[in-house]
């Protein structure tokens, strides 16, 4: 049981266009879910904290108006870089949990490569 | 507010030899504290948690960790490292609310040595 996943695996988008990640919660209802971002050879980073049916809270220095997130239910949220950059291109991975349990459940991260 | 520690950025052992992975933290409240293992190009894996209650946890693959208040430290250690152990091993902290960020350390790597 709580399994998480992600789609898409991997990805490569030309700069100036928008990606948009799903993550899934595939077999519990999660009322949060949260989005990491992973350079090469680092840990992870806290981007933002969503729960089900309200606005996310992003973390400081990141900017809510180029990385959209959207969790309008109870399996799926969703991030979205807008406008990518070279710069943005990074692994991105998700979490989600529910009152239920006392951890966060990961999916398998989505590797975003910008041109 | 709630930090992790984690010395050194990478560790080489033998196979067959122990494994001892430190972990520091600090946490303004109770901490619940975890261990995690990525593979490259995927995402975590928990190997371990503490919550409550005993303070030695077992987790899979053979890894456990002891959670120390006193000396604020929750060290992962197996006695016997496999070549399939070779990953990247991150400790993080959280409070106790179901919904609480985990603040990761920066991660090291676990070499094994044929």
């Known amino acids: 049981g709580a399994v998480v996943s992600q789609h898409p695996s991997w990805v490569i988008c030309k700069s100036g266009t928008s990606v948009k990640i799903e993550c899934r919660s595939l077999?519990?209802?999660?009322?949060?879910m949260f989005w990491y971002r992973q350079f090469p050879k680092q840990s992870l980073m806290l981007m933002a904290t969503?729960?089900?049916?309200?606005?996310?809270?992003?973390e400081q220095g990141v900017e809510k108006d180029k990385f959209l997130i959207n969790h309008a239910s109870l399996t799926l949220s969703t991030l979205t870089v807008t406008s990518a950059h070279p710069e943005d291109s990074s692994f991105y991975i998700c979490?989600?949990?529910?009152?239920?349990?006392?951890?966060?459940?990961f999916g398998p991260g989505t590797r975003l490569t910008v041109l | 507010a709630q930090s992790v520690t984690q010395l050194g950025s990478h560790v080489s052992v033998s196979e067959g030899a122990l494994v001892l992975l430190r972990c520091n933290y600090s946490?303004?409240?109770?901490?619940?504290l975890f261990w995690y293992v990525q593979y490259p190009n995927q995402g975590l894996q928990l190997l371990l948690k503490?919550?409550?209650?005993?303070?030695l946890v077992k987790g899979i693959n053979g890894f456990e960790a002891e959670f120390k208040k006193s000396e604020t430290s929750f060290h992962l250690t197996k006695p016997s490292a496999h070549m399939s152990d070779a990953a990247e091993y991150f400790c993080?902290?959280?409070?106790?609310?179901?919904?609480?960020?985990?603040?990761f350390g920066k991660g090291i790597t676990l070499s094994v040595r044929p």
């Open positions: 503490y919550t409550t209650g005993a303070t």
């Open positions: 946490s303004s409240v109770p901490p619940y």
């Open positions: 077999d519990f209802q999660a009322t949060t």
């Open positions: 969503s729960n089900e049916g309200s606005k996310a809270t992003y």
């Open positions: 979490s989600a949990t529910s009152g239920l349990y006392n951890e966060q459940f």
């Open positions: 993080a902290v959280s409070g106790s609310g179901a919904n609480s960020k985990l603040t």
